[in-house]
């Protein structure tokens, strides 16, 4: 694959552009819940990722875009909201870079943890050499130095970036999980796991990063291909608000919990460097626990494309290929194809991040008052939790 990234790299250059009034791009690592098309240049041609072929994309851009959901994705959003333009996979150079804004590692299937690990434990993954280490070695090593030969340029280009490092490891349990691992095994991989996410973290600061945004699991109890895989006739696995495993929820819990802990120990050792955690999980089971206020008439629980089942997922038959249909309106859906959110269900998740209370702290602390012309972050007069931030004010 590296000589396809040496050819991308030609097009890389540094000039100025437009910007956000809060951060100038938007620099990105992490799986298929943020991939905006890296898989589909780490792929062979001959054999491209489902998410290559409609129905992907088919509700917001009218086409695949290697994004793994009928349209945008968190970091979309969060672009968006920004005022920034959507995050170009570093990998898709072909399609003219322009990296001023954003650039995104991001490859679906990838793991938190090294390939070599994976080897070890006997388990099967879906790309080879894509982890959360090899996306930081293609910026660092590929991307920085050309993109800002001058040293200072890459650290003014980190400390104006807003830096999202995940989610990420949601398939390293996915894997494990899903090929047989015991379960005692399996928490045993996750401070590993976080582990790797946090050497990421410390690398990114030493290179000048700023703020960076760190998601945790999604409730992954609701998902329609593990509520398939460990479907079970005894009640009590199941929560019974929200018909999702229990104990696959509470697991999920235990990664974000372990995570917090080792984002509070790094906040600690570094004061000036924001860290915050997105809280994925909560703002997710808002659609969960109460599908219908937010739209989703179909339930939370089945997939808006597949194949049939209790949820509409068969392993054998998945979304794009022959044998699968596609629900008519994903909108009404939370899960798009068993594994991944619908875009209604991911600009959800985006709202609690930017706009609710599913960051800690806040997002909207690191963006200076907007000045008299610039649009501002947030509108803050819906946001319940920036009010902490007028405390000893005189607001009234
Ligand atoms: C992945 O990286 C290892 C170590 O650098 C290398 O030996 C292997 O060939 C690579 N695999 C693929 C499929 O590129
Ligand atoms: C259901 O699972 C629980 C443990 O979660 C167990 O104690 C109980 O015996 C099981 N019930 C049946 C009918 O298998």
């Known amino acids: 694959m590296n ?21 100038k791009s938007i620099i990105s690592f992490g799986d298929s819940l943020a991939d905006t098309g890296n898989s589909i ?22 086409c ?3 994004r ?27 399609r003219g870079g322009d990296f001023n804004s954003g650039v995104n590692f991001a490859v679906a299937g990838c793991t938190a943890l090294r390939d070599s690990f994976w080897a070890e434990e006997g388990i099967q993954i879906d790309l080879a050499n894509a982890s959360l280490a090899a996306q930081l070695s293609w910026f660092k090593e590929l991307f920085l130095p050309k993109f800002c030969p001058i040293p200072s340029d890459c650290k003014n280009f980190l400390e104006t970036s807003l830096v999202l490092v995940g989610e990420i490891g949601g398939n390293d349990y996915n894997y494990a999980l899903l090929q047989g691992k015991s379960f005692q095994s399996v928490l045993a991989i996750v401070p590993k796991v976080v582990k790797a996410i946090s050497l990421t973290i410390n690398e990114l600061i030493k ?11 999604l409730p992954i109890g609701c998902l329609p291909v593990y509520l398939t895989y460990f479907i079970t006739s005894n009640r009590t696995y199941y929560d019974p608000e929200t018909g999702c495993l229990d104990w696959l929820n509470k697991f999920a819990c235990h990664h974000n919990e372990l995570l917090q802990t080792e984002l509070d120990l790094i906040q ?3 004061p000036s460097i924001n860290i915050v955690y997105a809280d994925y999980y909560n703002a997710a089971m808002q659609f969960y626990q109460f599908p219908q206020k937010y739209g989703f008439t179909e339930g939370a629980l089945i997939a808006c494309c597949g194949s049939g089942g209790p949820y509409n997922v068969d ?18 859906h939370v899960s798009w194809d068993g594994i991944h959110l619908t875009e209604a269900a991911y600009g959800l998740i985006a709202d609690g991040l930017l706009r609710g209370s599913f960051t800690i ?36």
């Open 3 to 23: 000589y396809s990234i040496a050819i991308f790299l030609i097009l890389i250059s540094a000039s100025n552009q437009a910007s956000s009034a809060c951060f």
């Open 41 to 62: 240049s780490l792929t062979p041609s001959n054999t491209p990722p489902r998410s290559a072929a409609p129905p992907y994309g088919e509700t917001f851009f009218h």
């Open 64 to 66: 695949p875009t290697g």
């Open 68 to 94: 793994w959901s009928d349209g945008r994705l968190v970091i979309d959003f969060i672009a968006e909201t920004l005022g920034l333009p959507l995050v170009q996979p570093f990998l898709g150079l072909s």
């Open 207 to 217: 290179l000048g990063a700023k703020t960076l945004v760190v998601p945790g699991n």
């Open 268 to 270: 600690k050792q570094n």
């Open 315 to 332: 392993h054998a038959s998945t979304c794009g290929s022959e044998g699968c249909s596609t629900c008519e309106d994903p909108s009404l």
């Open 361 to 396: 702290p806040p997002l909207s602390v690191f963006c200076a008052p907007p000045s008299s012309n610039a649009a501002p972050f947030i509108p803050l007069a819906t946001e319940t939790r920036t009010s902490d931030l007028l405390v000893g004010s005189e607001a009234s």
